[in-house]
């Protein structure tokens, strides 16, 4: 009986509306449309929940006490090393961390400040000393850092000096 009202309503609107296709009931247009509305209001809703935790300006990080305030990237270096026995080399690559800039000098300028003939010299100077052995280990280069920065901070000690990166560090035996 179902499908004789179905039959009828159908004849009835091509009387009413005769130049009107039959009625079709196809349920993907209505699947696609709500899977459509879903994913947009999923990805909305993920959009707002992250735009809740973040500040309207942005926020300064808090300095850490034991982080430096400006760091300054350095040429990198190809040395000899002192093994007597056979010819190593080291090429590393660092920055170093300052506590202050020199007076007058923007941070954006800091590069182009800083003495850095004097620098690269007092760098040189620990570097060439070093042995290949040594510098393969942990705390070889732990010892590396240390002896630069006493280095660094007793031939310039305006630029206080915190910290040395190493962003690239070679030994080729």
């Not at 982080?67 to 093994?83: R, Y």
């Not at 620098?119 to 280069?141: F, H, P, W």
Request: hydrophobic content about 40%; overall charge negative.
């Amino acid at each position: 009986m179902a499908g004789d009202s179905n039959a009828s309503d159908t004849t009835e609107r091509s009387r009413e509306f005769p130049g009107l296709p039959e009625k079709r009931t196809s349920r993907i247009p209505l699947v696609l449309t709500l899977g459509l509305l879903t994913v947009l209001g999923s990805g909305g809703f993920a959009w707002l929940v992250v735009q809740r935790g973040r500040p309207d300006q942005p926020v300064a990080a808090p300095e850490a006490s034991g982080s430096p305030k400006f760091v300054a990237h350095l040429e990198g270096f190809t040395v000899n090393l002192a093994d007597p026995e056979e010819t190593h080399f080291l090429r590393v690559t660092m920055d170093v961390g300052l506590d202050q800039l020199p007076e007058g000098v923007a941070p954006d300028k800091i590069a182009t400040a800083l003495p850095i003939a004097r620098i690269r010299d007092s760098i040189l100077q620990v570097l060439t000393m070093c042995k290949a052995n040594e510098l393969l280990t942990s705390s070889g280069k732990t010892q590396l850092k240390k002896n630069l920065l006493d280095s660094l901070n007793r031939n310039l000690p305006e630029l206080h000096i915190r910290d040395v990166y190493f962003t690239e560090f070679l030994v080729q035996r």
